[in-house]
C-alpha cells in the first residue's frame, strides 16, 4: 500500500529512499511517483508518495536500459517503461549503483484499427495544467546605472587620453610660414579631380583663409584676372604642360568650366570636391576630445555599479498530436506488410563549439528518443561570447546578456525592460533551434522480407478488411511550452581588467618530427679513383767505352770524381779505362687512361751493381713529359758481358681526364640523391604536417567549466592587484587578508565578466613549422600570420583569420579571452551587503565618491516620487534597501495555491516547480511584481514516431 513522506529540512530523496526503501538509488523511482522534474530540488513540507516497490535492480557495469529491459521483459525495445517509473531522461546514460524500480509490464491496448486515432495524442489546442517542467535554463540581464563615476574607470579614462595626446605630438606638422615662428601645419586640402588645375586651386586654397566663405567664389570667379581665368590662359605654358602628367589641355579646361558651374549652381558643392583631409595628428587630438566630453556612452563605461535581473526559462511537455503525413502504403484484404522505417539524423550546428561537445551531442542525438529544445539553448547560451560568462552554477547564474546603461533607478521600470528583452531574446532563440530540430529529420520507408537492421524501426501493418485500404503515415509531434519566470534583481559591482589573457599558459601539441626517410632510398655508391698502376718493364745497361784498351767489360768501374757520368778504372800503368755511368731510358707508352708518376722499384737482379736515380741532375724523374727515367750507375762490373740486364717497375696514376669523368660521374648521382631525398623529406614533412593539422583539429576541448575557473582566478587576481598594487610584492598573508575583505562584500563564486566582442587585439606569437635545416619541428603549428588547414581537418577555430593566438584545447570563449585587450568583470553583491558594500566601493582606491553627491536626475514620468530632490547616493541606498527587501521575500515561503488553506509551500523563486505548468493569460504580462511569470509560448518539435492511419477521401 503506498505511504506517504513529508519533507523535514535536511531531506534529499536518496536520504528518503534509503530510509524507506533500503536503497539511496532509488531516488528515481520516488522522483518519477511524484512527477519531479529534477530529483535535487524538493521542498520542505512537501508530500511525497511512496508506491509499493516490487523488482529492482541494480546497474552493473555493462549494464543497458535496453539490456535491463531483455532481461526482465524479453523485449529490449521495452526499456522506456524502466525510464519512465524511474525519471531518466536520457535512457542512454545510467550509472553503476543506481537501483532501478523494475514495474510490471502494462496491459497490452486493445488492437488498433487504423482508422482510428492514437489514445495517446493529445489534440494541440489543449494546454493542462500542473505538468512539471522537464528542463529549465537561467537566463540574466545585467544593467549599469549611470551617474556614479568610478574613479578605477576614470583612470583608464585619462591615461587614454594621456596616451593619445602624446600620439597627437608625435605626430603634429610644425612649419616657419605664411605667418612668422613655428605653428601647426595649415590643413591639407585634398585634389578628387586629378587634374593639373585641381591640384593648383588645392595649392590656392590651402595658402588662403579657409574660414573665408568667398574663398571658392574667388578662386572660380569669372573675370580676366581671377585664378581659374589665369589658369586657363596659361594652359599651353610649358611649366603647366610639364605637370600636366599627359593630360590634355581639353580635358583641363573642361575641368575648369564644370567647376565654374558648380560654384554657380550650388556654392557647397566645390568645397566638397576639395575635401580637408584630416591628418594623422588631427584624429590622435580628436580622441582626446572624444574622451573629454560627457556623454551616455563614457557615463556607462565610468559607472562602477548596475543591476542584475535573473530569469529562469521552464520547458514543460504539453501533448502530442499527428503531424503531417510523410508517406501511404496500400494493403490488399487480409494482407500484412512490414515496414522499416530508416531515419537519417543529422546534426546542424551554427554555433562554435568545442569537438568534444560536439561529439557527445552528435551521439545523443542519434540514439534518442527525441531532441530536445532546452539542451539547445542551454548549449547556445554557453558558446554565445557576446553572453557574460559565469562559473558558478550554483550561483544561479546563466547567461547574461548586457543591456545598454540606464539614467533612471527606477527598479519596476528597469524590471520591466529587462523582462521585454529577455522574452525578445528567447522567443526568437527558441524558435530558430525549434526550426533546426524540424530539419534533422529526413525519413524514408522501404518494405522487406528479411532484415537484420536493428538500428532501424519496425512496423506491421495488417488489413483484417476485405477491402483494398490506404494507410496514411503521420509522425508523432511533440508540443512544448516555454515559460520565462522572474528570479529578481541583484546589485553589481562593474569594472574592467586589461589584457586578461596575457598571463596565461598555453600548451604544447607535441607530435612526431618528419626524419624517418623511406629506406627505399640509399646514398649512392660513390666510383673511387683507380689506383696507382705499377708496370714492370726490362731493360739492359749496355757496356760503352769511352777509353782505355780492348773492351775490358770484366773489370769493376766505379763513378769518376772528375764526371759522374762516366765510370772509370784506373790502371797502373797507361790511360784509365773509362765507361758510361749515366743513361735516358726511354719508356712504352703509359696504359690508356693512366699517366707516367713514379719510379718504383729498379732491380738488376743479384748482378754487381751499385746505382742512384735521386740525385739533383738526374731530376726530375721519371721525366714525364718525355716519357723516360734517368739511372747512374755508382759502381758495376759487367762481368764480361756486353749489358747488364735489370727491371725497372714504374708507377702510373689516373689521367687527369679519367679523374674528371669519374667526378663527373659521383657529382651527378650525388645530386640526383640529394634531389631524392629533398623531394623525399618535402613530401614527409607535408605528409606529416597534413597528419598533424588533422589531429591537431581533433584534440578534445578541455571542460568548459575548467576554463572558465581558470580566467575567474585571472581575473580576480587582477582586480586585487588593480586595487592594492602588483601581486608580485605581496605575501600569502596579504592575499588572504585582500580576498576575504572582498568576498565578504561580494559573491566571487558567481562573478561573470564580458569579454570585448567587437575588438580582439592578438596577442603576439611566432613559430615556423620549418627549422633551417628544413625539417618540421616537433610541436609548432603556427607560420606567421597564416594558419594551417587540410582536406581532412576540422574546420579553422573562431578567430584563426582574425591571427588570434589559438589553444588547440580551449573552446572558442578561452580564445577570444586569450586575445581580448580587455574584459568588464561584474560581481555581484552579496544579498543584504548592499550597504556595506557601496560604503567599500567609495573608498578612494575603488570607485571613489565622483557624482554621488550629485542631484538624481529625477524624471516624473519614470522615477518613484520618493526619488525626488536626493541625491544620487541617497536613490543608490533606497535602491539598495528595496533589493535587499526583495531578496529576503525570495527566502520567504509562499502557498502554490494561493487561497487553499491546505495548499504545499514554496519559495517564490521555486513555485514553477511546485505547482507545474500554468497558462498564463495573454501568453505576455511584463511587470513590475518579482517572481512572477511574465512571458509564455509553445514549440512544435518532431518524434521519430510514425502512427499509421486509414486514409479516407471523405470531406474531400
Not at 571613489?848 to 541625491?871: I, M, R, V
Request: charge should be negative; glycine fraction near 6%; charged fraction near 25%.
Amino acid at each position: 500500500m503506498p505511504r506517504t513522506h513529508t519533507v523535514a529540512p535536511g531531506d534529499t530523496l536518496s536520504a528518503i529512499a534509503q530510509r524507506f526503501y533500503g536503497q539511496a538509488g532509488l531516488f528515481g523511482f520516488i522522483a518519477a511517483a511524484n512527477r519531479i522534474a529534477n530529483p535535487n530540488m524538493i521542498n520542505v513540507g512537501q508530500v511525497l508518495t511512496l508506491p509499493d516497490l516490487g523488482r529492482v535492480h541494480s546497474v552493473v557495469a555493462g549494464d543497458t536500459l535496453s539490456a535491463i529491459a531483455q532481461r526482465f521483459y524479453g523485449d529490449p525495445g521495452k526499456f522506456g517503461i524502466i525510464a519512465a517509473a524511474n525519471a531518466i531522461r536520457n535512457p542512454d546514460h545510467i550509472e553503476v549503483g543506481w537501483v532501478l524500480s523494475i514495474p510490471d509490464v502494462p496491459a497490452p491496448p486493445r488492437p488498433v484499427n487504423p482508422v482510428e486515432r492514437p489514445p495517446d495524442v493529445v489534440a494541440p489546442q489543449s494546454l493542462p495544467n500542473g505538468i512539471m517542467p522537464y528542463a529549465s535554463e537561467p537566463f540574466g540581464v545585467y544593467q549599469p546605472l549611470i551617474g556614479w563615476r568610478s574613479k578605477l574607470q576614470g583612470e583608464r579614462v585619462h591615461m587614454g587620453m594621456a596616451n593619445r595626446f602624446a600620439q597627437a605630438v608625435r605626430l603634429a606638422d610644425l612649419e616657419q610660414a605664411p605667418a612668422p615662428g613655428p605653428h601647426l601645419a595649415a590643413p591639407r586640402i585634398t585634389d578628387f579631380t586629378g587634374t593639373s588645375i585641381g591640384r593648383e586651386l588645392a595649392v590656392r586654397a590651402r595658402a588662403a583663409d579657409m574660414a573665408d566663405p568667398d574663398l571658392w567664389q574667388t578662386l572660380l570667379a569669372d573675370t580676366p584676372d581671377s585664378p581659374i581665368m589665369t589658369m586657363m590662359a596659361t594652359l599651353n605654358a610649358p611649366a603647366l604642360a610639364a605637370n600636366a602628367d599627359g593630360a590634355a589641355p581639353a580635358r583641363e579646361m573642361a575641368t575648369a568650366r564644370l567647376l565654374q558651374d558648380l560654384q554657380n549652381t550650388d556654392a557647397t558643392i566645390v568645397p566638397q570636391l576639395f575635401a580637408h583631409e584630416v591628418q594623422p595628428w588631427e584624429r590622435a587630438l580628436a580622441a582626446v576630445k572624444l574622451l573629454a566630453q560627457r556623454h551616455p556612452s563614457k557615463e556607462m563605461f565610468l559607472s562602477p555599479i548596475g543591476i542584475l535581473h535573473r530569469f529562469r526559462e521552464y520547458f514543460f511537455e504539453l501533448g502530442t498530436f499527428l503531424g503531417p503525413p510523410v508517406g501511404h502504403v496500400w494493403i490488399s484484404p487480409g494482407g500484412t506488410v512490414e515496414l522499416v522505417e530508416v531515419n537519417t539524423r543529422r546534426t546542424l550546428i551554427e554555433r562554435t563549439m568545442e569537438q568534444s561537445v560536439e561529439t557527445i551531442e552528435r551521439s545523443e542525438q542519434s540514439s534518442s528518443v527525441r531532441d530536445e529544445i532546452a539542451d539547445a539553448v542551454k548549449t547556445e547560451n554557453a558558446t554565445d561570447m557576446k553572453l557574460g560568462v559565469t562559473t558558478s552554477a550554483s550561483g544561479g547564474f546563466g547567461a547574461i546578456f548586457q543591456a545598454s546603461g540606464s539614467s533612471s533607478f527606477n527598479l519596476d521600470s528597469s524590471r520591466k525592460q529587462a523582462q521585454e528583452q529577455t522574452h525578445k531574446r528567447m522567443r526568437e532563440q527558441t524558435s530558430k533551434l525549434s526550426s533546426e530540430v524540424k530539419q534533422n529529420f529526413k525519413t524514408t520507408f522501404r518494405t522487406v522480407t528479411e532484415t537484420t537492421d536493428t538500428s532501424s524501426r519496425r512496423y506491421v501493418l495488417q488489413n483484417t478488411t476485405d477491402r483494398l485500404v490506404s494507410y496514411e503515415l503521420s509522425r508523432k509531434m511533440r508540443k512544448v511550452a516555454v515559460q520565462v519566470q522572474d528570479q529578481g534583481q541583484q546589485l553589481c559591482w562593474q569594472l574592467y581588467v586589461d589584457n586578461p589573457g596575457s598571463t596565461l599558459d598555453t600548451g604544447e601539441f607535441v607530435h612526431e618530427k618528419a626524419e624517418a626517410l623511406s629506406p627505399d632510398i640509399k646514398r649512392p655508391d660513390v666510383i673511387p679513383h683507380p689506383p696507382n698502376k705499377p708496370v714492370t718493364y726490362p731493360f739492359a745497361i749496355p757496356f760503352l767505352q769511352h777509353n782505355g784498351g780492348d773492351d775490358d767489360n770484366d773489370l769493376t768501374y766505379f763513378v769518376s770524381s772528375d764526371n759522374r757520368d762516366h765510370g772509370i778504372y784506373e790502371t797502373d800503368a797507361g790511360a784509365n779505362n773509362i765507361i758510361q755511368f749515366k743513361f735516358d731510358i726511354d719508356l712504352p707508352p703509359a696504359p690508356e687512361g693512366f699517366e707516367l708518376d713514379t719510379i718504383g722499384n729498379i732491380d738488376f737482379k743479384n748482378e754487381p751493381v751499385q746505382f742512384t736515380i735521386t740525385e739533383e741532375d738526374l731530376k726530375p724523374n721519371p721525366a714525364k713529359a718525355a716519357n723516360k727515367f734517368r739511372i747512374r750507375l755508382l759502381k758495376a762490373n759487367f762481368g764480361g758481358k756486353n749489358a747488364i740486364p735489370f727491371e725497372a717497375t714504374m708507377v702510373y696514376k689516373a689521367s687527369k681526364a679519367t679523374t674528371d669523368a669519374i667526378d663527373a660521374k659521383n657529382a651527378a648521382a650525388s645530386k640526383d640523391y640529394t634531389d631524392l631525398v629533398a623531394a623525399e623529406k618535402e613530401r614527409l614533412f607535408y605528409q606529416t604536417l597534413r597528419k598533424r593539422i588533422k589531429l591537431a583539429s581533433k584534440v578534445q576541448s578541455r571542460r568548459p567549466e575548467d576554463l572558465r575557473e581558470e580566467e575567474r582566478s585571472i581575473i580576480y587576481r587582477a582586480i586585487v592587484s588593480r586595487l592594492y598594487g602588483k601581486t608580485a610584492g605581496w605575501e600569502n598573508d596579504d592575499y588572504h587578508v585582500a580576498s576575504e575583505l572582498i568576498r565578504y562584500f561580494f559573491d566571487i563564486e558567481a562573478m561573470l565578466y564580458f569579454v570585448a566582442p567587437e575588438w580582439w587585439k592578438p596577442r603576439a606569437h611566432q613559430g615556423f613549422p620549418m627549422d633551417s635545416a628544413g625539417n618540421l619541428q616537433s610541436t609548432t603549428l603556427v607560420h606567421g600570420d597564416r594558419y594551417l588547414f587540410t582536406d581532412e581537418s576540422e574546420p579553422a577555430p573562431l578567430g584563426a583569420s582574425l591571427g588570434w593566438f589559438l589553444q588547440l584545447d580551449g573552446d572558442a570563449n578561452r580564445n577570444a579571452f586569450l586575445n581580448s585587450p580587455w574584459v568588464k568583470a561584474v560581481l555581484p553583491i552579496r544579498p543584504g551587503r548592499e550597504k556595506d558594500a557601496m560604503t567599500f566601493l567609495s573608498r578612494p582606491e575603488v570607485a571613489g565618491t565622483e557624482g554621488l553627491d550629485e542631484p538624481y536626475p529625477f524624471n516624473a514620468a519614470e522615477d518613484p516620487a520618493e526619488y525626488q530632490d536626493k541625491s544620487l547616493r541617497d536613490v543608490l541606498l533606497m535602491i539598495a534597501a528595496k533589493i535587499a527587501e526583495e531578496q529576503q521575500e525570495s527566502l520567504t515561503p509562499v502557498p502554490v495555491r494561493p487561497g487553499d488553506p491546505n495548499s504545499d509551500l514554496a519559495l517564490p523563486t521555486e513555485t514553477v516547480f511546485a505547482h507545474g505548468f500554468d497558462p498564463l493569460a495573454g501568453g505576455i504580462s511584463f511587470g513590475k511584481e518579482p517572481f512572477k511569470v511574465f512571458s509564455q509560448w509553445t514549440e512544435i518539435l518532431p518524434t521519430e514516431q510514425v502512427v499509421a492511419t486509414e486514409y479516407s477521401l471523405k470531406g474531400l
